[in-house]
């Protein structure tokens, strides 16, 4: 007897959400909105939104899309992060959502459209709809583990630097102070003045430039980030 292959199954629901997360004073925030229609109606949720399969080519791009309809902003990081799919994590049905974490500086934020967003500490979250929270847990603990070797947190500061924004920066997302000297061993910059277009760090990719920031005391040279690499001596913990 042949086996039947030409069965009728209801598609899942496919979906895009985006952790986007930022800086504050406070430390690593995530943006959440509150919802318009059901389910989870006026319950906060990150942003998604449904694939578009005539116009998206793949889901980072649907992921773009959706967070630059909500922002008006493409993030200058992004990343797919993990495939949530059971048939309990929406009311509607079977659902599938394809999660990306997104890095966007406080700063570009605050130019996008007024009050779209609501900003919570990654470490304090509040209620929201579907397995949003988990989304989180799950995007705070990659982003984390990759600040720990990487230069991944210098996507939430602006395209110029200096070094003590670069350690405020690594210090806000673990939650962790230490001294200049412990912070820069951990990183590998060299001790000593930068010299501009040469790099600051073992593993060449803190490139000083020629412009300063000033202040009430001596002016701080202002760094950028050549690429996304790995730090050669990186270790936070």
């Known amino acids: 007897m042949e086996a039947q292959t030409n069965q009728n199954y209801q598609s899942p629901i496919v979906t895009?959400?985006?952790?986007?997360?930022?800086?504050?004073?406070?430390?690593?925030?995530?943006?959440?909105?509150?919802?318009?229609?059901?389910?989870?109606?006026?319950?906060?949720?990150?942003?998604?939104?449904?694939?578009h399969t005539n116009e998206d080519e793949s889901a980072e791009k649907a992921a773009f899309r959706v967070l630059n309809q909500k922002t008006g902003l493409i993030p200058r990081y992004l990343e797919q992060l993990k495939t949530y799919a059971n048939t309990s994590r929406d009311p509607r049905g079977w659902s599938v959502s394809i999660s990306h974490v997104a890095l966007i500086p406080m700063s570009a934020l605050k130019q996008a459209e007024k009050e779209v967003f609501q900003f919570f500490d990654v470490d304090n979250l509040p209620t929201m709809a579907f397995d949003h929270q988990l989304q989180i847990q799950d995007a705070v603990e990659r982003v984390r583990?990759?600040?720990?070797?990487?230069?991944?947190?210098?996507?939430?500061?602006?395209?110029?630097?200096?070094?003590?924004?670069?350690?405020?920066?690594?210090?806000?997302?673990?939650?962790?102070?230490?001294?200049?000297?412990?912070?820069?061993?951990?990183?590998?910059?060299?001790?000593?003045?930068?010299?501009?277009?040469?790099?600051?760090?073992?593993?060449?990719?803190?490139?000083?430039?020629?412009?300063?920031?000033?202040?009430?005391?001596?002016?701080?040279?202002?760094?950028?980030?050549?690429?996304?690499?790995?730090?050669?001596?990186?270790?936070?913990?």
Request: net charge positive; proline share 5%; glycine share 8%.
């Open 145 to 237: 583990n990759k600040s720990s070797y990487s230069t991944l947190p210098c996507w939430l500061l602006p395209e110029l630097f200096t070094l003590t924004q670069l350690q405020q920066t690594y210090e806000k997302i673990f939650g962790e102070s230490v001294s200049r000297g412990t912070f820069r061993s951990r990183l590998g910059i060299k001790v000593g003045d930068a010299i501009p277009g040469e790099s600051a760090d073992e593993a060449e990719i803190l490139i000083a430039t020629d412009q300063f920031k000033g202040g009430n005391q001596r002016p701080a040279r202002l760094f950028k980030v050549n690429h996304l690499k790995l730090f050669k001596r990186a270790c936070w913990s």
């Open 16 to 51: 895009i959400d985006v952790v986007l997360l930022t800086l504050s004073d406070n430390g690593l925030q995530v943006a959440l909105h509150q919802r318009k229609q059901s389910p989870y109606e006026h319950q906060l949720a990150l942003p998604g939104g449904y694939i």
